[in-house]
């Protein structure tokens, strides 16, 4: 075999075993944590590696599935990497290098704001293991307390509490003077398009009440509570009717009602016309939005395409690196039966050179006089040769047994990076499985 032969298979067996040495272990996580934190403060977001194991040299990644791009944070061999990152995160986001060491691969995000609500990724590419944690941002306000008018049926006044720049949806309670929960209508909740929702709520307190009245408004999620108090003077309860002026009354009342039914009409005819303006208005931004959704799934079928196209490419490679492998792998067979082949040879003619010495030897001794000297000089010769040749057949056949023995751990780790291969290859077709599942979906949405 030639040296050029004995060099790349020495080459080749270095390179599989550096492969597969540099395989890491599985490591469990847990799979789900929710974290809340106040719009400003700063917060961590737990991730372990369990048992802890050192984490410095790994390539770790925090994401966020819904954005693009999805980095929030990446670390190289305990290195931060920018590249890809966030915008949003950039300057915000870092880990604890110096607990690295100890398994501890937690994300601190500095600043918390509303855009950073959602569900976060502890992803390590090397073991496919991942760990999600949702962050809730929270945000509170002080309640605000109003008079909204006179309740002339029971003699009270009606008030109305309102709060803004909430987060999560919280709670409206009203309280009286002793902290007794007091009957209220259904709280008015707005969420506004940044988000954030308002609340409001109207009661009404009669005289009978104690004047002292509190508005409390609270999120348990975050555990967060802000409460207002108003003190209800005397003067500003209505009195109870007097029969001296109901006659008055009941003609004001009339008249009130008269005065109240042209103005329903008036209004009438301006919301229906309001309404249609309004219809007008919500058929157009239908049409908008519809030609903006087909363009949003035109641009995610056009995006899935390309995945498949890529995907396709990466079968190709696999493909070819399995039939190179395979091929590699016949090439060795054939390479291992000449090896046996030449390790018989060089024992039969060892063999062959002991039979011939012991038929010399035995000439010899049958000989006497002279002749037996020149003959004796003569196997001497002839047993310094063949010993010498059946010391190199040895060696050779010794090298035959050690690159016989190389080319089988060669042969076993072709066979094990074939089967690696496969196995990816598999994985791939089922993602493309899916990805055409996702296709097919589009395509009919659209």
Known sequence: MSSVNLLFIIAVTDFLLLMSACKGHLQEMDSFQSV?????EDVVLPCHLEPPKDASQMTLEWGRPDLKPRFVFVSLDGQAYPADQNEAY????????????????S??????????NGRYRCY???EKKEYFVTLVAGSVSSPGISLAGLDISNSGVMLDCSSAGWYPEPDVFWLDGEGNMMS?????????????YRVSSRVTVEKRHNNNISCRVQQKDINQTRETHIYVQDGSFVPPPDCSVSIS???MLGLTLLLGVATFIWKWRQTKISIKKLKDKVNEEQQLLMAEEKQNLAEKKSKLEEEIKNINEDQRSIDQQIEAFMKMSEELKEQRKQLTDQKEEAKKIIEANERKLKAVDAEVRNQTGNMVEKKAQGY??????ITESNEKLERRRIGHQHVELMTNKLMKKTREEVDKLKERKQEIENHV?????????VETQI
């Open 90 to 105: 950039k300057g915000r986001s870092s880990m604890f290098p110096d607990k690295l060491k100890n398994g501890d691969i």
């Open 380 to 385: 001497l010769n002839l047993k310094e040769f």
């Open 124 to 126: 390590l590419p090397k």
């Open 184 to 196: 209220a209508g259904p709280a008015e909740k707005i969420r506004g398009s940044d988000g954030l």
């Open 433 to 441: 499985v899916e990805i055409q599942k996702q296709l097919n979906e």
């Open 249 to 251: 009354f009941s003609v």
């Open 107 to 116: 994300l601190k995000l500095s600043d918390v704001r509303h855009s950073d």
């Open 36 to 40: 809340t934190a106040m719009v400003g």
